[in-house]
């Protein structure tokens, strides 16, 4: 099991850097496949739609084949799809890997979920945000392999090949200690009918909409609405990265003390304290302690919603809803930002995530699992 889960979080932080090298570069993909700023939307938003499907295809393949399964083929196609976005040279090609990127990550999302789910329910305790803590820090890693390769004019294919040849190794090796733990699927008496994962679903897909407000109107809002320096700009997603890692390295314990119910809640109201705080920051300061405290509170969420899916099949049903979130949140924000404000904005995000505290209860854990005033004895058979 310790082999397992030290497997299961190298996978979720060569994920996080590989995603991260994907979306920190799309300039230099841009360039490199000379995409028109009205095409290269269209691309970008099939890789989460593909990614939605790859999900959806995980949940009906772990019928016949473990998660783990699953897992160790989906991450070297990501792996060797991020090569192919750096190394093509024409239009067709990238649109190929970047398909490929899509499906075989959303396939890799949902089969590392459900590990981590298994192996959590096997250990008997929260682990789940520890391996989103991974996930964390690999995107912060990639981020800065992606700054140093700008900064230091390497090229777009050398950066991922270089990132490749180390990673896809290093996966491989470690997929020969996966762990499927304690496996259920939607089918048995543990499952839920595909309505009753909707809060759930909600609740994630809240989650992320908030999450692509950071990522995609941070810096633009410092700059445009809060008169911060370009420099400045930069500060905000860096720093809600920062307290994301941390607020998923601590939650374990609170979710092991406080039960995932309160966790939930105290995440969501901070996350609805941080976008209160941009919404009507003063100045630039305010507006970056404000996306700080937002990683607090989003950091708990999504891992809390995976650890409360009863089987295989259901991560995967909500796995599609971090796509969906993707899809709309930044979409949704610009809309609202071009018709109003963008102060009246990020109300959007601070609404939604609000919403989370009515669904709360729908994190309750059953009494044979962590959280509930007693836990499981550890001496489980994970197979």
């Known amino acids: 099991m310790r082999r397992g889960r030290g497997s299961l979080a190298a996978s979720f932080l060569v994920q996080g850097t590989a995603f991260a090298l994907l979306v920190t570069r799309i300039p230099a993909v841009q360039d490199r496949y000379g995409l028109s700023d009205a095409l290269l939307p269209v691309f970008l938003a099939a890789v989460p739609v593909l990614a939605g499907v790859g999900s959806v295809c995980a949940g009906k393949l772990v019928r016949r084949v473990a998660p783990s399964v699953v897992l160790r083929w989906a991450q070297p196609v990501v792996l060797l799809a991020l090569l192919g976005v750096g190394t093509g040279e024409r239009l067709w090609q990238v649109a190929v890997a970047l398909g490929s990127f899509g499906l075989a990550v959303g396939a890799l999302d949902a089969a590392m979920n459900m590990l981590g789910v298994s192996l959590q329910r096997a250990y008997g305790r929260s682990i789940m945000l520890g391996f989103h803590a991974a996930y964390s820090l690999g995107g912060i890693a990639g981020a800065s392999l992606a700054w140093v390769a700008v900064h230091r004019g390497v090229a777009l294919d050398v950066s991922y090949l270089a990132v490749v040849v180390v990673t896809l190794p290093a996966v491989l090796l470690g997929s020969r200690w996966y762990v499927d733990g304690e496996r259920r699927t939607a089918e048995g008496p543990a499952g839920r009918a595909v309505g009753a994962l909707v809060p759930l679903g909600l609740v994630m897909a809240f989650a992320y909409i908030g999450d692509s407000t950071v990522s995609n109107w ?76 937002l990683g607090f509170g989003l950091s708990v969420v999504v891992p809390q919603t995976f650890a409360a899916a009863r089987g295989d099949a259901e991560v995967a049903r909500l796995n599609v809803f971090t796509y969906v979130g993707f899809l709309v949140g ?29 669904y709360a209860r729908s994190f309750a854990v059953e009494p044979d699992r962590y959280g509930g005033g007693h836990e499981r004895p550890r001496t489980v058979d994970v197979g």
């Not at 601070?350 to 009515?358: C, Q």
């Open 330 to 358: 930044s979409p949704l924000v610009g809309a609202v930002g071009d018709a109003w404000s963008y102060r009246w904005a990020m109300v959007v995000p601070l609404v939604l995530v609000l919403l989370t505290l009515r």
């Open 218 to 293: 941070s810096a633009k809002y410092v700059t445009d609405v809060l008169g911060g320096s370009e420099e400045l700009a930069t500060v905000p997603y860096n720093a809600y990265m920062v307290t994301t890692l941390l607020g998923r390295v601590v939650g374990d314990v609170g979710v092991r003390r406080f039960g995932a119910v309160a966790v939930v809640r105290g995440g969501a109201g901070l996350a609805a304290v941080g976008f209160g705080v941009v919404a009507w920051a003063p100045g630039a300061g305010a507006g970056v302690a404000g996306f700080t405290v």
